[in-house]
Structures are given as C-alpha cells and as structure tokens.
C-alpha cells in the first residue's frame, strides 16, 4: 500500500543548500536541519545565500503545480538593498526588466513592488551585512510569477540596487510567519493545499 504523502514547510537558513548532498567538504545542507524522510525532496530552491520558506514533500503533483511555469504561482520576497529606491527603479521592476540568464537575455514579467518603510521583523543574519560606507539600505517587497536562477537578485542589480540579504517570505497563501530560523513544521495535506491553490484539490 503506498504510503502517504508528506509535507514540511522550512525557514531555510542562510548558508545552508537546498539539497541533501554537499558539493565541498565544508557546505551545509538541508540534512544538518532535519531528519528528513528519504524520498522528500525541496519543491524548487533557495540560494545557498537566501533565506526563508521553502517547501519539501513527496507530492509529485504539488511539486508539478508550483514548477511548471504555466501555472505561474505567486512568491513573494523581502530584498534588502544597497540604495535608495527611485520611481524610476519600482517602475522598472513593475514593468519588467532585460535580465541575462545563462547565454540568453530573458524579460521579466511584471511584479508586485513595493518599498517597505520598516524593515520586517527577521533576525540578524548570520554572516552580517557590510554595505559600502555612506550607502543606505532599504528594504523591498517583491512578489514575482515566475522563478528564473537568481531573478530577484538579477533584476534589482539591473536597476541599480544590489540585494545585500534576500528572504522569500510566503508562497501563494504559505507564509513564514512567525516561524523562527532553522524551523521544520509538518503540514497535513488539506490545510496546505487551501493555502497553496485555494482548495483540498488540485
């Protein structure tokens, strides 16, 4: 009898990758956090240098839904960034902006922007932030519908804002919330599916 699927939601932590093998000696992954079973595996991928949830399960149909690019889910992150945000810039990013991955050029679709005035309620990092002296940071929220290699980072490169800390802080109705670094939270198959596509069933 197969049995049945398992899901866990992760604050993943800077550092860490989001895999279950090292690439070197020295790199830290998803296996140093939890005991996870064997055939759960990380529904897409966070930079070993970006924070927040990330989702792992044996669901093969869950993992097609969030993957598939025509189903275009919503990912929101917290950017914090090296300068001051001009109108020029959050319209740039609304819009849409050239990005190289790989060989190709690739224009983004248009994203939710907004700049944040506070800063949201996370704890230090654990390698601490150097921005260059005299240069501001602020805080951006950004919800995209689609998940290119690096793209939060690449498009506000793009416009002039270097991503010094990146947190990805719900996906779909998901959201970090109070969770603290490092946590693991199993989740039945129901109350997470609503979240995710608004229904038990996909």
């Not at 654990?126 to 005299?134: N, V």
């Not at 270097?162 to 109350?191: F, K, N, T, Y």
Request: aromatic content about 8%; some cysteine; glycine content about 6%.
């Amino acid at each position: 009898m197969r049995q049945p699927y398992r899901y866990f939601v992760l604050f993943k932590p800077w550092g860490y990758l989001s895999q279950f093998t090292r690439e070197e000696p020295h790199h830290r992954t998803l296996a140093d956090l939890y005991d996870f079973p064997k055939d759960v595996y990380p529904v897409g991928r966070l930079d070993r240098d970006s924070e927040g949830l990330l989702l792992l399960t044996n669901d093969k149909a869950l993992n097609h839904r969030l993957l598939h690019p025509h189903h275009r889910h919503r990912r929101t992150y917290w950017a914090q960034v090296e300068g001051a945000p001009s109108d020029e810039a959050l319209h740039a990013l609304r819009s849409g902006v050239d990005i190289r991955i790989g060989k190709k050029w690739h224009r983004t679709l248009p994203a939710e922007v907004h700049w944040l005035q506070q800063a949201p309620a996370l704890p230090p990092r654990e390698k601490p932030i150097c921005p260059r002296p005299g240069r501001p940071l602020h805080w951006l929220q950004l919800t995209l519908v689609e998940g290119k290699n690096r793209q939060v980072r690449r498009m506000c490169a793009r416009v002039g804002l270097p991503v010094l800390r990146l947190v990805r802080s719900a996906i779909e109705g998901l959201q970090l919330g109070d969770m603290q670094v490092g946590q693991v939270c199993e989740w039945e198959r129901e109350p997470l599916y609503e979240l995710l596509f608004g229904t038990a069933k996909i």
